[in-house]
T-cell receptor, first 114, second 114 residues
Framework: EAGVTQFPSHSVIEKGQTVTLRCDPI?????LYWYRRVMGKEIKFLLH????????ESGMPNNRFLAERTGGTYSTLKVQPAELEDSGVYFC????????????FGSGTQLSVL | AQSVTQLDSQVPVFEEAPVELRCNYS??????LFWYVQYPNQGLQLLLK??????LVESINGFEAEFNKSQTSFHLRKPSVHISDTAEYFC????????????FGKGTKLTVNP
């Protein structure tokens, strides 16, 4: 069974550019989460999809971030325009949906904004 | 709201020595507790979790953690570590009601030396 796949694994862009991160969850997992880890800090929640609907987007930093989940399958996270403080590792995770169930994480996308 | 404190950012130990990674949390509601591990160049993996029942939980690779409600702690222990246990360990909580998001600590890097 394929795990959670994220790409690109690394992205280096300049301030002001646009970047789109993609996450393919495990097939059949209705829940999809985005998290971010800024260097030296804790992993922070960004948002949670249940199928194609946004269940909780309380962690999204500002309106430069846009997340979508087309048809309840893969998800994209777009940052436009990118700022220096957006640098970090962006993790995607999925689960089947029962509260307390473990999350399956992808390897993350390392985003560097120069 | 919840918060998690991992008191040690780095823990170096020798192979076959015991180790304890400390985790304290704060929450106004009841929580589920988790330990995740991240090996180099991989995503986070669930190590163990406490949902209810026995306060002592164990993983398949010899780690254990004990939920202490009065001290709001969930410390991770292993009586004898291996080189292969070298990784970063994250303590996390999620509320038993409301948002299903995980709130993470800053992580503890465990380095096992020969």
């Amino acid at each position: 069974e394929a795990g959670v796949t994220q790409f690109p694994s690394h992205s280096v862009i300049e301030k002001g550019q646009t970047v789109t991160l993609r996450c393919d969850p495990i097939s059949g997992h209705d829940n999809l989460y985005w998290y971010r880890r800024v260097m030296g800090k804790e992993i922070k929640f960004l948002l949670h999809f249940v199928k194609e609907s946004k269940q909780d987007e309380s962690g999204m930093p500002n309106n430069r971030f846009l997340a979508e989940r087309t048809g309840g399958t893969y998800s994209t996270l777009k940052v436009q325009p990118a700022e220096l403080e957006d640098s970090g590792v962006y993790f995607c995770a999925s689960s089947q949906g029962r509260r307390g169930e473990k999350l399956f994480f992808g390897s993350g996308t390392q985003l560097s904004v120069l | 709201a919840q918060s998690v404190t991992q008191l040690d950012s780095q823990v170096p130990v020798f192979e076959e020595a015991p180790v304890e990674l400390r985790c304290n949390y704060s929450s106004s509601v009841s929580v589920y507790l988790f330990w995740y591990v991240q090996y180099p160049n991989q995503g986070l993996q669930l190590l163990l979790k406490y949902l209810s029942g026995s306060t002592l939980v164990e993983s398949i690779n010899g780690f254990e953690a004990e939920f202490n409600k009065s001290q709001t702690s969930f410390h991770l222990r292993k009586p004898s570590v291996h080189i292969s246990d070298t990784a970063e360990y994250f303590c996390a909580v999620s509320a038993q009601g409301g948002s299903e998001k995980l709130v993470f600590g800053k992580g503890t890097k465990l380095t096992v030396n020969p």
